[in-house]
């Protein structure tokens, strides 16, 4: 049996994490080839049997994990993640209720967020964004909501594909946010109150070219703020490895110095 300290090493070597990596650029592959009905009529045994292989690596792997870190193994959030993408694809699929969830085995391609360092920097700032995201898509939702009642008022009568309620104002000013087709919507409208280009042009300046811009600018800032901090504790780390290495030169002179003074004593 291996001890606790080499299993960890073994589970923190680089190449094992290339190896794992490795391993769910094949899965994905082999999954996406399972969607091809004439891949999947000539090698779906192969298919098969790679998709069963990845997921007993994956297993392997996650039980090295836990055997080398104990109970700390749940204190870092990616390993829980990781856990639960495997855990969904380890449930029955054969039939019934269960076998939606044979479509979820592609979910398993996900694990590269988690294995891939730049991949998890940019989910941890992305997640870091959540509360000022949150504070946004409340304006952004209350902007649709006075928007959808204005036009439902005052267009109803003349595009009633559009704007006959409000839940089709909604879905119809949601869509010109996107920017689809926004001018054929508009156009309509004012083929009978030619001014409608008022409301419609003020509508995509709040919406698509002022909120929908502070998402990514609080996206942006989260990252770079996480940059940040990854680079101050770079150079704390570099602060300290220079500290230790002048104590050591230090403790080194003051022996030269003692040995300097037994010789001339």
Known sequence: MLSRERVRLLVDAP??????TSVILVNAITLGAETSPALLASF??????LDRLALAVFVVELGLRFSAYGKDFFRDPWNWFDTAVVAVTLLPTASGAFSVLRALRVMRVLRLVSVVPSMRRVVSA??????????????????LYVSAVIATKLFSGVAPDYF????????????????EAWSEVARQVMAE????????VAYLIVTSFTVLNLFIAVAVSAMQNQMSEEHAEHDREEMAATMEILTEVRRLRADVEALRAKASA
């Open 44 to 49: 779906g045994d192969v298919l098969h049997a």
């Open 126 to 143: 992305l997640l870091t964004a959540l509360p000022g995201m949150a504070s946004i898509t409340a304006l952004l939702a209350l902007v």
């Open 164 to 179: 006959g309620d409000l839940g089709d104002s909604l879905f119809t000013l949601f869509q010109v946010m996107t920017g």
């Open 15 to 20: 190449w094992f994490n290339k190896v794992i």
């Open 193 to 200: 109150k030619p001014l409608a280009w008022i409301f419609f």
